[in-house]
């Protein structure tokens, strides 16, 4: 961006809106225009992809999970399309991508490049064993990036069940049965 008709001497800039994809730039840089017209100082900077981190985990132990699917909703509602870069490992925003996403063994989900705004993370399918989450959880992003990202874990509750045998005159449990679940 070409900026004329500037006084000489030092002016500060910052950056106000970042592209779309990008992290905000929080830094505040400075330049000196000399009355020969020769500028010194910072006149460029550099952006990053927006980045967040999703991980998946068991509500006890912090156990990583594997098997949740996740859809992103954007500020309207609407599923976010997001396309896996296996060389990268991450998910990005694209027309090709699909508008669900299933956390890997390792329980770990990066998405990079999203459009700052509001979003809500939803869980479609939980792991199995486990109960599924009915929060929707609101995710604002813009200001983290790839290098430091919004870090977001959530949990999910194990299923559970307490089996007893009882006693059929007495209505009392009976000790020492064993049970098969399938």
């Given at each position: 961006?070409?900026?004329?008709?500037?006084?000489?001497?030092?002016?500060?800039?910052?950056?106000?809106?970042?592209?779309?994809?990008?992290?905000?730039?929080?830094?505040?840089?400075?330049?000196?225009?000399?009355?020969?017209?020769?500028?010194?100082?910072?006149?460029?900077?550099?952006?990053?992809?927006?980045?967040?981190?999703?991980?998946?985990?068991?509500?006890?132990?912090?156990?990583?999970?594997?098997?949740?699917?996740?859809?992103?909703?954007?500020?309207?509602?609407?599923?976010?399309?997001l396309?896996?870069?296996?060389?990268?490992?991450?998910?990005?925003?694209?027309?090709?991508?699909?508008?669900?996403?299933?956390?890997?063994?390792?329980?770990?989900?990066?998405?990079?490049?999203?459009?700052a705004?509001?979003?809500?993370?939803?869980?479609?399918?939980?792991?199995?064993?486990?109960?599924?989450?009915?929060?929707?959880?609101?995710?604002?992003?813009?200001?983290?990036?790839?290098?430091?990202?919004?870090?977001?874990?959530?949990?999910?509750?194990?299923?559970?069940?307490?089996?007893?045998?009882?006693?059929?005159?007495?209505?009392?449990?009976?000790?020492?049965?064993e049970?098969?679940?399938?």
């Amino acid at each position: 961006t070409i900026v004329r008709g500037i006084s000489l001497g030092t002016c500060t800039w910052k950056e106000v809106k970042a592209p779309t994809g990008y992290a905000i730039n929080s830094n505040t840089y400075s330049f000196n225009i000399a009355d020969d017209g020769t500028v010194t100082g910072t006149t460029s900077m550099n952006d990053d992809l927006t980045g967040l981190v999703i991980t998946k985990s068991d509500k006890d132990t912090a156990y990583v999970l594997g098997g949740a699917t996740f859809r992103l909703l954007d500020s309207d509602g609407k599923a976010v399309n997001l396309f896996y870069y296996s060389s990268f490992d991450l998910y990005m925003p694209s027309t090709l991508g699909e508008t669900t996403f299933t956390t890997p063994d390792s329980g770990e989900i990066k998405i990079a490049g999203l459009k700052a705004g509001t979003y809500q993370l939803q869980e479609v399918t939980s792991p199995v064993g486990y109960c599924l989450s009915s929060q929707l959880i609101t995710i604002e992003v813009g200001e983290y990036t790839l290098a430091d990202p919004l870090l977001l874990n959530v949990v999910n509750t194990p299923t559970e069940v307490t089996l007893t045998k009882t006693d059929v005159s007495t209505g009392k449990e009976i000790p020492g049965a064993e049970f098969t679940v399938y």
